[in-house]
């Protein structure tokens, strides 16, 4: 009797915690990977299906300006103006974007130069010899994004002091060691157009996966956790399978999201990729499974019910075979090009005393009025979706 109890027991607990480890995240307070942050869902999709009004950033009070300031700065105001530009590296096509739209930036204003200069490796120390070069050379302002946010704050900080102005992108620094930084979108914004994009596809009921590259990524961290936040809110039906780690590596990427069609079969209805490399890995595992949404009368092709829809960010370049296939109706990311050309207008806007500490908005050009965040942020706006009415119009 005691044994036959045992075993009960011992079912009964085994039972428990492969349930409990199986919840979908609707039945979890909170994901375990995720940091102590709080999340900020923003609003729910219309119940027609167009966006609410609401979804658009609200007008606030300035935050407290963290930022740094040049000392005792030129007045430039309105005179031509040299910049240099040194990103985390240069030769790769996502850089090229943000390098081509400060040269559009720069045309248009009429009063600015600015020349890309940066190591061809995502070396800090390199990037750090760069910038002190120019420092040394003289110019009006730095553009930069960072490959290390606290190992560049020193080389930025004597920038400043020697009156240059500094302007960061893409990848910030210590608030202090810049003016302004401008945030191509903000993780609840990411969280909203992965979701969003995937109910589109599998509707608000279904159920997915996620392969991202580790719990401990900080950005990919903050995005799953506003995801959550954002599909508990507004999309409580759906089921949330499992997440798995994939390194940043293509081959492991390509695996992990097998595995997941493999363990889950038919129960699996969409894919999530958190990474360049994650996305267009788990689109290859789709379509070699054959899950492919595609329209076809063909009999090999999936059933609505059968396929698998995959969601991720990631750059066109890498994308295009999967979107133009029709395998993949969606990218996340942000358009750089509007990055770069941003940059440029709140450095150029800066040197003109027409954006300073307290200041809500900042004018750019083509792209409007740009919104001030955190602090010392100006956010680019919502994410870019590729699909395959655009993503041929991209290079990167």
Known sequence: ??????????????????????????????????????????????????????????????????????????????????????????????????????????????????????????????????????????????????????????????????????????????????????????????????????????GDAGSFAIVTSTFTTPNQARWIAEMQAYQEKCYPGMTWLETVEAQEDNQLSFNQATTLLNKYGPDVDGLFAMTSVATPAAAEAVTQAGLCSVDSASAAAPSAEEAVAVVGLATPNAMKPYVNDSCVKSVVLWNPIDLGYAAVYVMRAVVDGEFGPGDTTVEAGRLGTLTVVNGSEVLLGPPFIYTAENINDFDF
């Not at 027991?9 to 909170?30: E, K, S």
């Not at 102590?36 to 407290?64: K, R």
């Open 1 to 202: 009797m005691r044994k036959t109890l045992l075993v009960g027991l011992l079912l009964t607990t085994v039972l428990v915690l492969g349930f409990a480890l199986a919840m979908p995240a609707a039945a979890q307070d909170r994901w375990d990977g995720a940091d102590d942050l709080p999340v900020s869902p923003l609003e729910c999709p219309a119940m027609d299906g167009e966006m609410a009004a609401t979804d658009e950033p609200a007008a606030m009070e300035a935050p407290e300006y963290d930022g740094g300031q040049a000392v005792n700065a030129p007045d430039l105001a309105g005179q031509d103006i040299v910049l240099v530009d040194v990103p985390k590296l240069v030769g790769i096509g996502y850089f090229a974007a943000t390098t081509l739209g400060e040269q559009q930036a720069a045309e248009e204003l009429g009063n600015v130069t600015v020349t890309t200069d940066a190591p061809t490796e995502a070396n800090i120390d390199d990037q750090i010899a760069v910038i002190d070069n120019y420092i040394t050379q003289g110019v009006n302002g730095i553009l930069f994004a960072a490959n290390d946010p606290v190992a560049i704050a020193p080389v930025l900080r004597r920038a400043l002091e020697a009156g240059i102005h500094v302007v960061g992108y893409d990848a910030n620094s210590e608030p202090d060691a810049r003016e302004w930084f401008v945030n191509q979108a903000e993780f609840n914004g990411i969280a909203k157009a992965m979701v969003d994009s995937m109910v589109a596809e599998i």
